[in-house]
């Protein structure tokens, strides 16, 4: 059997089939895309082409499962980083209003790439900027929050350029 005829026959249904399984577009598209390349590289060793159906959605559901543990990692990170965010937020006391109070053009920025963990470049397309403009808009951002949390909350700065200190937002309020 030839990828086409395959493409023509299970397509919709293994599309769908994905769809079901993972609950999000965009993933299913990358998970179906991946599946057909499989089925493409590896058709030749099916053997019996009255097991083709089978085969074909066995190596859907592996490719689910590959995009489940690859989630499953990304959300062990997240969590990670929450847990430590949580922890230094108590000590950090005044980090969400220094957040909410950068200009727009920086705080969009920060956000999509320290918030929701985008890469520089992909924000880069998002914002429709530069590369350098966004790494410039994080520096500067950067900037803005040290110098706010030196003046509030009385931090001091290593050099490595890392808070150190204890809080003492009294002043900040």
């Given at each position: 059997m030839e990828t086409q005829k395959i493409w023509e026959q299970f397509n919709e249904e293994l599309y769908f089939f994905i769809l079901k399984k993972v609950q999000h577009e965009t993933a299913a598209n990358d998970i179906f895309q991946n599946a057909?390349?499989?089925?493409?590289?590896n058709l030749n060793q099916v053997k019996e082409e009255e097991k083709i159906k089978a085969w074909v959605f066995q190596i859907a559901r592996n490719e689910i499962a590959n995009h489940f543990k690859k989630e499953s990692k990304y959300i062990a990170q997240v969590e990670e980083m929450e847990e430590i965010i949580s922890e230094k937020n108590q000590a950090y006391c005044c980090f969400d209003r220094f957040i909410n109070d950068l200009p727009p053009i920086y705080r969009e920025t920060v956000d999509l790439v320290y918030i929701k963990g985008k890469k520089q470049d992909e924000a880069a397309k998002i914002l429709a900027i530069s590369l350098a403009n966004v790494k410039a808009r994080i520096?500067?951002?950067?900037d803005i929050l040290k110098e706010k949390f030196s003046l509030c909350c009385k931090y001091e700065f290593d050099e490595n350029g890392s808070l150190i200190g204890e809080p003492d937002c009294s002043k900040c309020k």
């Open positions: 057909f390349l499989k089925i493409h590289k520096r500067r951002s950067k």
